[in-house]
């Protein structure tokens, strides 16, 4: 990286040097010296519109404002000369003269940085004596959102949130209405908003105006004490702050607020799910089946229980299958393949998230996988079937900004446009199933141009060989195609210099669950007389028990039942199993089916490290007062140690599983050095369907707000899910069906009735089914995100 | 071949080609074309012309900063969003005479190497829109804009109607507007000259600016020169409003003497009554006082005299006003206009307003007096955008002058006694 010229200057009588390019206010902040700010935020472009940051600068006539003002040579700085305080106990002044005196009642009461700011630089007192603007008058009190709640009045204009919502959501959803004294945030119309990205304009807002609205009133923010956890709802992984009251319980979930690119925002799953676990769906206590007669334990008794189960087990060596699921630590993961090669002696360690092509990338991109901060420098980005705003939305928001605030250049292909179609150049219809053949078609073009491409897929073609620095983000479809699109996004990518991939997996910690249990892959030092022949795929698992091969489960891991595709067929094959043993948070039939269920902490209860799909490594300290039970890996550690192992420490194995990863980072490595003589991309064409013709595409996928069952238990996003089949206007208006009609698909021998959305973003001859909207009963047809499947509409639901 | 042309207003305000064409327009053509674009801006340059907008900031130095080679295409912005109460010359140029606007846009666009001129039109003009669309239809058809304009250059205008924001007058709010954002002003830098309307280069000048540049180039240096001074040359158009007995809009060469154009050219005050101030350049320019105005009609003088020509748009006010009242309505516009994007101005303007309304109606403190001219000095130079700069002179200079008239509002007795 080249070095960034410096400039020098002196602010308050400090002298200092600062990159040029630098605002005034950042210069300042390294120094210890605090400039008040509203309307600037690190992730937002300047605006300069509150001039709460006036500063007074030698030789300038006015004062300005150090929010916009980047560092000049030789500049003389005043942060707290006569004329500046005057003039920021003016602006208090003014932002106070309409504000409603009303902290007592206001949930940011504590955090607020209106009150901060007042208290350190304003005057102390008023002379407004007038009459306060009042919006509710006017437009009463309008619920723009179930989940935010939203008082007009606090409001100071520092346009935080309509600059977020523009610039970091891509949203456009709130804006400001009306002008002057009388402008106010609102949605256009007063919509309801639908952002994936919600309650960042609420993390933003320096003031009461939007808050969150599920903990309104519940408790005061000097009570809550932050606790650092990871959120394991999406691949992205993000770092979060779990909020806990006097009592231990999390009130609420936010982002951390760190200089970190990663971490000032979340999405709405985040934020809002807190409440999932909270219900009577938790498994609190542990049950242990003994002759037919179900007994109880409590979480902390849980030891002994599992110790015996775990005989058992590793009593029949090589008959046992453990299955995990992504919602795990690495620690635990990494715990979790260790006992079952050295103590239970079994080859089938198998995750539970269906990824034909994850081992492939694994074994290709660990540690090479583009980052956020490719994705922010890129000129270019391409995205290829990568539903972001639904699988990972804040890796969506990096996307976002990189394209509203840098100016990158952005392509969508796919079945499906998504929200990042909208603010893209141009938009490839590409058939489901088919992300393969596009690349190889897109890697031969850029050598030989085909005549009869289409006029989008001829501007990605000049916007690829245009481009400086490329990413390319693949969704969790395309990763299912398998190993061949793997190969052929390597290839594309060794074809174009200073390129990046990036793959987006279901689940959560899929990438370190999966690289740290070993599945599919040798990990040095364990049971080296174990076969490395086990089953790789859950559906191998459910054959092998059909079959009688294997007589024992351990399911390990959170919301199980959930990931178990074809949950009817999977109840009958448990009922011959001699062993079933559960490790999970939340109770479900599976737990009572099993002979011994164990209470495991939540998703942001655990311990551990977390390795996200942009390869960032996140810790949760597993801090919270009121979890249930002790850590998962504390727990295994115990186990092991009770079945005969060495005993280790937490730390220990948190410093081996880091080893472990550099490990897979260097053979990674290793591998794209010996693969530079032999260009291996498939040149075979995917078996890609003809949609329309025998019924359509159905393309499956998580509804917005949801993850799984997991999301759906709290009230918070439980109100927000969306049961309805997306389908493409032309098609519907040739089936004569209307939009919000009723219709069945039968899939296969099964079917499912719903009813129909019309809309342009989808592609013709597919459609698009919320998963988490069925109950297991309706999906038994599922097979895996990502698999073909074909649907016929009956429309009127009359068959 | 008639008479060349040489005045910015039509005499007889006929807006069609057919008329213009007789009164010698678009003879501007011959001598532009003659020209190299780097010729035609030193010519502005050379001919001292300044701004009308308001600024006065010498057009030739403003067009030079366009830069020759640009990767995005670059544009020419009329301003015609004049909305400053007392200003109205622009609407003669657009309503009367609109062509000639056409022919000034078209010698911009030559001169700084643009194709696409648009003329931002304030929303209320609905007449001068009708005739500035007709205008461009009638020139598109006869050659005069369009794919080849005498057969070398090519140059369209867009017209494009605002919707009644005075904010949009500043000319990046302007912008905003016309990419369909929300009319609020932009950060500067980058300036319009850089990154201006859909990020490309552009020039944005006043109405009378563009209309001027025909007239140079018909008449040339020494005939613009002729008029004025030194810094302050050229025909001019000037609006004056209030209590004259002839208000209206006059084209008279800058520098004449502001007591004559009062007295003389606008008929005087009403009969019986005395000055008591004047406003010279829109109401956003500081007052003047009787004995102030015995200077020469120009930038330089008036921006001696404490005060500035701005638009000018001149309003007298004579005894029969109440000073307060004149603050109050003003103060009204500005708070009515103001964007809500800064502190100062949002907040500032409708306190300030509001100490209006309780003077007026008899609730006014002693104190508020000293509470205006303080909350005009937290508002003046803190904002973003000068519309509140603009808002300030009028509370300021009447609260310094008519100080005892504020004292008797707030002691009850209002102002009958001068009606």
């Known amino acids: 990286m080249a070095d960034i010229a410096k400039v020098r200057l002196t602010i308050d009588g400090i002298s200092t040097e600062a990159e040029k390019g630098v605002l005034l206010v950042e210069a300042a902040r390294r120094i210890g010296i605090k400039i008040p700010v509203f309307c600037s935020h690190s992730k937002l472009l300047p605006l300069g519109a509150c001039r709460i940051c006036l500063v007074e600068i030698e030789k300038a006539p006015k004062l300005v404002t150090a929010c916009t003002t980047p560092v000049g040579e030789g500049m003389v700085v005043f942060t707290r000369s006569a004329r500046v305080v005057k003039a920021r106990q003016g602006i208090v002044e003014f932002l106070l003269a309409n504000h409603p005196l009303d902290c007592p009642i206001c949930d940011q009461g504590g955090e607020c940085e209106l009150q901060d700011v007042c208290f350190e630089f304003g005057r102390g007192k008023s002379r407004f004596e007038d009459i306060k603007r009042n919006f509710d008058n006017k437009y009463g009190r309008i619920k723009l ?3 935010l709640s939203w008082v007009n009045n606090r409001c100071i204009h520092c346009e935080r949130c309509t600059r977020v919502c523009h610039q970091v959501v891509g949203e456009d959803h709130i804006g400001m209405l009306n002008r002057g004294d009388k402008a106010m945030i609102s ?23 939007i808050t969150n609205g599920t903990v309104k009133y519940k408790d005061r923010v000097w009570n809550l004490t932050p606790n650092p956890s990871v959120c394991l709802l999406c691949s992205s992984s993000c770092a979060t702050r779990v909020w806990t009251d006097l009592k231990g319980k999390v009130t609420r979930v936010t982002a951390p607020k760190d200089e970190q690119d990663c971490c000032d925002f979340l999405c709405a799953k985040g934020r809002f799910s807190f409440d999932a676990d909270q219900g009577e769906q938790r498994l609190r206590e542990g049950t242990k089946i003994t002759s037919e007669v179900a007994e109880t334990f409590q979480q902390s008794e849980s030891l002994q229980p599992t110790v015996q189960a775990f005989k058992a087990l590793a009593k029949d060596s090589g008959s046992t299958a453990v299955i995990y699921n992504s919602r795990i630590a690495n620690e635990e993961a990494y715990l979790v393949g260790r006992i079952a090669r050295t103590v239970l002696k079994t080859p089938h360690v198998v995750p539970l998230e269906n990824h034909e092509g994850l081992t492939s990338y694994l074994d290709r991109f660990s540690g090479r996988q583009s980052t956020s901060k490719d994705i922010l420098s890129a000129d270019l980005i391409l995205l290829v079937d990568a539903p972001l705003a639904r699988e990972t939305p804040m890796i969506g928001y990096f996307v976002t900004r990189a394209v509203r605030q840098k100016g990158a250049a952005l392509y969508t292909v796919g079945p499906e446009k998504t929200r990042h179609s909208s603010m893209g150049l141009a938009h490839h219809w590409n058939a489901p199933g088919a992300s393969k053949d596009f690349v190889l078609s897109l890697i031969e073009a850029l050598q030989s141009r085909k005549s009869d491409a289409s006029a989008e897929f001829n501007k990605i073609v000049d916007a690829v060989q245009g481009s400086r620095q490329m990413v390319i983000i693949a969704g969790s479809r395309p990763l299912a195609e398998g190993p061949a699109f793997i190969r052929a996004i390597e290839s594309l990518s060794s074809k174009v210099a200073n390129s990046k991939v990036l793959m987006v997996p279901e689940g959560g910690n899929t990438l370190g669950a999966m690289l740290m249990a070993g599945s599919g892959m040798r990990v040095p030092g364990w049971g080296s007389n174990v076969s490395q022949n086990g089953c790789s795929v859950q559906e191998d698992v459910l054959g092998a028990i059909e079959k009688g091969s294997i007589k024992n489960v351990l399911l390990i891991g959170e919301d199980l039942q959930e990931g178990l595709i074809n949950w009817p067929r999977w109840k009958t094959a448990f009922a011959k199993l001699a062993n079933l043993v559960v490790f999970d948070a939340f109770r479900s039939e599976l737990t009572s089916l099993a002979t011994l269920a164990v209470p495991v902490r939540s998703f942001h209860e655990f311990e551990g490290s977390v390795l996200s799909a942009l390869g960032e490594w996140k810790i949760a300290r597993g801090s919270i007062p009121g979890a249930v039970g002790q850590s998962m890996s504390r727990l295994l550690l115990k186990l092991e140690s009770e079945l005969g192992g060495a005993e280790q420490s937490f730390a220990s194995v948190t410093s081996e599983v880091k080893k472990l990863y550099q490990w897979h980072v260097s053979r990674a490595t290793e591998a794209v050095e010996d693969k530079k003589s032999a260009d291996s991309a498939g040149k075979d064409k995917s078996t890609g369907g003809n949609p329309g ?35 493409n206007s032309a098609d519907a208006e040739k089936m004569k069906i209307s939009n919000d009609a009723r219709v069945q698909l039968k899939i296969g021998s099964d079917k499912v009735s719903v009813a129909v959305r019309t809309t342009d973003d989808i592609m013709s001859g597919c459609c698009f089914l919320a998963l988490n909207s069925l109950s297991p009963d309706e999906r038994r047809w599922f097979g895996g995100i990502g698999k073909p499947l074909t649907a016929v509409i009956i429309s009127g639901g009359a068959a | 071949m008639s008479e060349p042309m040489k005045t910015l207003l039509a005499p007889d305000r006929n807006p069609s080609l057919e008329k213009y064409l007789a009164r010698g327009g678009y003879a501007s053509y011959q001598e532009l074309f003659k020209k190299s674009p780097k010729e035609v801006v030193d010519m502005v340059s050379t001919s001292g012309l300044r701004g009308r907008g308001g600024a006065g900031f010498p057009t030739g130095r403003k067009w030079s900063f366009i830069p020759e080679k640009s990767q995005r295409p670059k544009y020419v912005v009329c301003n015609a969003d004049e909305g400053e109460p007392g200003t109205f010359k622009d609407r003669e140029i657009l309503e009367g ?8 846009m078209v ?28 205008a461009v239809k009638e020139a598109r058809a006869k050659g005069y804009l369009g794919q080849s304009i005498n057969g070398k250059f090519a140059f369209d205008i867009i017209v494009h109607r605002g919707a009644g924001a005075y904010i949009c007058g500043e000319e990046t709010a ?22 201006g309307l859909f990020r490309g280069p552009t020039v944005v000048n006043n109405v009378e600016t563009f209309a001027s540049v025909p007239l140079l180039l018909i008449n040339g240096l020494d005939w613009y020169k002729s008029f004025g001074s030194p810094n302050n040359y050229g025909p001019k158009l000037f609006a004056i409003s209030g209590n004259v007995t002839k208000p209206g809009v006059y084209e008279l060469p800058m520098g004449i003497s502001f007591k004559d154009f009062i007295y003389k050219t606008a008929g005087g005050l009403p009969k019986g009554r005395t000055l008591k101030a004047v406003i010279p350049g829109g109401s956003s320019t500081s007052l003047l006082l009787p004995k102030q105005i015995d200077i020469p009609l120009d930038y330089d003088s008036i921006a001696k005299a404490g005060s500035s020509l701005g638009s000018a748009a001149i309003i007298v006010i004579d005894d029969s006003n109440c000073m307060v009242m004149t603050a109050k309505i003003l103060t009204e516009f500005y708070h009515h206009e103001s964007c809500g994007k800064c502190t100062p101005c949002r907040e500032g303007l409708s306190w300030i307003e509001q100490i209006y309304h309780r003077l007026e109606s008899g609730q006014g403190k002693a104190s ?28 300021h200079d009447t609260i310094i002058h008519f100080r005892s008239e504020y004292e008797a509002h707030i002691a009850g007795k209002c102002c009958e006694q001068k009606h």
């Open chain 2, 107 to 134: 010698a911009c666009g030559y001169a700084i190497g643009s194709n696409q001129g648009y003329i931002y039109i304030r929303g209320e003009f609905y007449a001068g829109y009708l005739r500035c669309v007709e």
């Open chain 1, 145 to 147: 959102s179930p989940v």
């Open chain 2, 368 to 395: 508020d007096i000293p509470l205006l001219l303080d909350l005009c000095d937290q508002i003046v130079g803190n904002t973003f955008c000068p519309l509140a700069d603009g808002a300030v002179p009028i509370i």
């Open chain 2, 174 to 195: 302007l912008l905003d507007s016309l990419e369909g954002e929300r009319g609020q002003p932009r950060l500067k830098p980058p300036f319009p000259a850089v990154e």
């Open chain 2, 97 to 104: 005479n609109p062509h000639l606007l056409i022919e000034g």
């Open chain 1, 693 to 727: 013709k025998d019924g359509v595409f159905l393309l499956i996928g998580n509804d917005l707000y949801h993850s799984g069952a997991m999301t759906l238990r709290g009230a918070h996003l439980g109100q927000f899910l969306n049961r309805s089949l997306l389908m």
């Open chain 1, 187 to 209: 949605t256009f119309q007063f919509t309801q908003m639908t952002c994936e990205l919600c309650g960042n304009c609420a993390e933003v807002c320096p003031t009461g105006t």
